[in-house]
């Protein structure tokens, strides 16, 4: 295959890794590499926090979206019992009951 497929180096912006580059190029990095660092043994999510500023605001935020999801599932599934369609958002009980879909009310469903 590598006769067949041309392999091409990206620049080192394309990749940052700590175990191999610089701090000063890792404001110019387009991807930041979490890769585990052999040196250090730090587990992966203390070393996101640490290298990666946004990380915790991003963590918070999809732990939010995780907890409004997961509530307003438990509150649908109260009142997807009797009627046909859903009274909150209209769409049919076959579709709020169905396991393959994780909802939320007056969203398009997300196929998991």
Known sequence: MIHQVP?????QDWLWCE?????????KAKTIDLCNNPQTKEPKLQAAVRIVAEWVDYDQEV????????LKRSQNSLHMQGPEFCSVCSWSSSVHNDPRTVYVCRAVPLVT
């Open 7 to 11: 392999i091409k180096s990206l620049p």
């Open 63 to 70: 732990k939010t979206l995780l907890r409004v999801c997961s």
């Open 19 to 27: 175990t191999w580059c610089d701090d000063t190029s890792k404001t």
